[in-house]
């Protein structure tokens, strides 16, 4: 079993940067593939991008490639989520996640076994 609590969100304005981080307890958190998601209201949940175990792998959707950067410290059982360049459709609850993955990071929803409770973040126009 793996707890995940997201941490950072809040209220920035568009064009500012906001970093989450996501702290696991539990079991072998250097064996799990890390990724983000977020639900946008209105909307279903989306992938935003992931990392693998040794955090050597990284990737990113299309809508967050070049603004957004994953990084993990698994010393710290922390993943993080930089967010740069932010805009007003980037507004959502980010979500972290977890499963045990061999190769490529998953983007499905139902590939995740553990979830965060979520964290708010908005951006202001």
């Known amino acids: 079993q793996v707890q995940l609590v997201e941490s950072g969100g809040g209220l920035v304005q568009a064009g500012g940067s906001l970093r989450l981080s996501c702290t696991a307890s539990g079991r072998s958190f250097s064996s799990h593939t890390m990724a983000w998601f977020r639900r946008a209201p209105g909307h279903e949940r989306e992938f935003v991008g992931g990392?693998?175990?040794?955090?050597?792998?990284?990737y990113y959707a299309d809508s967050v490639k070049g603004r957004f950067n994953i990084s993990r410290d698994n010393a710290k059982n922390t993943v993080y989520l930089q967010m740069n360049s932010l805009r007003s459709e980037d507004t959502a609850v980010y979500y972290c996640?977890?499963?045990?993955?061999?190769?490529?990071?998953?983007?499905?929803?139902?590939?995740?076994?553990?979830w965060g409770q979520g964290t708010q973040v908005t951006v202001s126009s």
């Open positions: 996640a977890a499963c045990l993955s061999v190769g490529s990071v998953p983007e499905r929803v139902s590939e995740f076994d553990y």
């Open positions: 990392i693998n175990w040794s955090g050597d792998y990284t």
